[in-house]
């Protein structure tokens, strides 16, 4: 019992702590632009890009489509910097130097970008709603939230994957970039999965964010929650698959660097 | 039982070296180092850079896996028992690093402390009393990013008491301090070993090791050269004198005559801007002045002093002088 408390907490304290030790964009100022403005840029973007090409009508594909695709700024480059951050630190050798349970360290720095993330596309959805006509009154808006929960929660799972790989190499915000940018076509944010080509697909379906966006779009006109059921599932199933393969490349780093000698100490 | 127990320790690291030509280099960083602190003492272990301090400090704290021998912390095998040696140690690497610099001071400690397991009700007490014996009362609430240099390495020393561990590792803490805050740094040691911890100090600063030490262990390209009290250590040179020689741009050559000298027993040359100081390890002491003085031929030629071996003379003489 005594140890669950102290894990709760550690997993609690290092949720808030190491969110505001290592995440990059604590100035207000670009915390407001990344939160409102940089989703405003990229839906106006692609709805206006997307309805020149296909038609007034489906404007609602790309505005949804965006808005949860948004999720990934916080799951993929925050929590990235999340884990990636204790190397620029130089905290490495001091976490890891302490008993603490590597679990509760490694998923307590997602957390709250799961919670950001989320607050990222209710903003964006708003966004949607105010401006670009989306409409959202037959919607079932808890099962909604519920769906934008999932899907930030599965993001962050590839986020803690490339969060690993920014404590191995010093280059991965291009990777992040690629990913991000990646996730704009495959999680079909912005083009009907269907038309695109077979092995495009394969991807698709192995990437967070597909299904939560399918879901969210399936929501927007007025299916229940038991109808999108399987795809949430699928996307816990997803982000739950990278999330423990980040978790294993974690402790792997850590066994690898005590080996190696490559925990840097100064 | 002892703090601390190693046994024929080495560690090896094998860097590749060439691009194309593609060969291994091995690197004996520890090679076979054998030694015991006791409970309650503070040991110093002493030695130019690159002699394999950091690394011995390393495989004590868990942090580096030994590639031969064996270790034990508080009684745990460090490889074994990582997770109960972990418990039990604090330790610093010397430097401004492994802080969270966006947080404040008490911020950073109660996340070492939830890190440590530390209970909240107990960790609320025990930050502002740390924060207060390393000389930072009333600063916790400023991000450490503004905090001086001294004032990041007195924060860690707070950092690594949180779970108020019996032994200590201080890997070279009061390096880059300005000697005001050396000696405040030193006070917080002092400290420290009057509460009973067992720590082991590393450093390169020899009347640091002096002044605090119980026992010190030299140790040279990875090999302990010398194990004794500070006293003990004094007693390797206690038949020799120094004689100290300014001079002004003195060439190698002229330097390496010197060195040749049949009563010159070790050389050293600390290089002060325009001058050098030559000391030079003699048993004929004064005696050895004039030849010193003759083999200067032609050479500008400031003080000459005569003196009793400090704890670096033995140093220097053990690890074999050099420039
Ligand atoms: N991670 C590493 N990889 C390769 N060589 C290393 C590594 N760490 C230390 N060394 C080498 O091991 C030797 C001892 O280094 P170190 O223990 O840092 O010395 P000290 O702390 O006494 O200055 C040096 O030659 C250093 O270059
Ligand atoms: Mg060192």
Known sequence: ????????????????????????????????ASKIF?????????????????GKDTSDFYVIGNAIQITSISGIFGVTMSVGGDRDAGTLPYLFGTPANRFMIFFGRAFMHVI????????????????????????????????????TFSTCGLGLLMGCLSLLTANVMFVNNFVYFSLLIFSGANVQISTLPVWMQIVSS???????????RALAAGASLTDISVLLISEIGIGLTYGFLGYFLFSWFEIQAKRKGTLETV | MNAIEINHLRRIFRAQIG???????????VDDISFEVQQGELFGLLGPNGAGKTT????????????????????????????????????????????????????????????????????????????????LKGRG???????????????????????????????????????????????????LQSQKKTILLTTHYMFEADALSDRIAIINKGSVIALDTPSGLKKHVSDLSVVEVETFGASEIVIEKLRALPFVDALSVEDRDQKQMILIQTERGAEAVPDVISALEGQRVGRVIVREPTLEDAYVRLVGGGA
Request: zero cysteines.
């Open chain 1, 1 to 32: 019992m005594r140890t669950i408390r102290k894990n709760f907490r550690l997993f609690w304290q290092g949720t808030l702590l190491s969110y505001r030790a290592l995440f990059a964009w604590l100035r207000p100022v670009t915390y407001m």
């Open chain 1, 38 to 54: 940089m989703p405003l840029a990229q839906m106006f973007f692609f709805v206006f890009l997307g309805t020149y090409a296909s």
């Open chain 1, 116 to 151: 950001d993330g989320a607050i990222g596309v209710v903003i964006a959805l708003t966004w949607g709603v105010l401006l670009m006509g989306l409409d959202l009154s037959h919607t079932d808006l808890p099962a909604l939230g519920l769906t934008i929960l999932i899907t």
């Open chain 1, 206 to 216: 192995i990437l967070p964010l597909t299904r939560g966006i399918a879901a969210s």
């Open chain 2, 19 to 29: 691009v194309f030509n593609r060969s291994i280099k091995e690197v004996f960083a």
């Open chain 2, 56 to 135: 011995t400090v390393k495989m004590l704290t868990t942090l580096l896996i030994p590639s031969l021998g064996s270790a034990r912390v508080g009684g745990f095998d460090v490889v074994k028992q990582a997770n109960e040696v972990r418990k039990r140690i604090g330790f610093i690497f010397g430097g401004e690093r492994g802080l969270y610099w966006r947080l404040s001071g008490d911020d950073n400690l109660r996340y070492f402390a939830s890190l440590y397991g530390v209970d909240p009700e107990v960790s609320k007490k025990r930050i502002p009393y740390l924060m207060e014996m390393v000389g």
């Open chain 2, 141 to 191: 609430n400023e991000r450490v990013g503004g905090y001086s240099r001294g004032m990041k390495q007195r924060l860690h020393v707070a950092r690594t008491l949180l779970h108020d561990p019996d032994i200590l590792f201080l890997d070279e803490p009061t390096i880059g301090l300005d000697p005001v805050g050396a000696r405040e740094f030193r006070n917080v040691i002092l400290d």
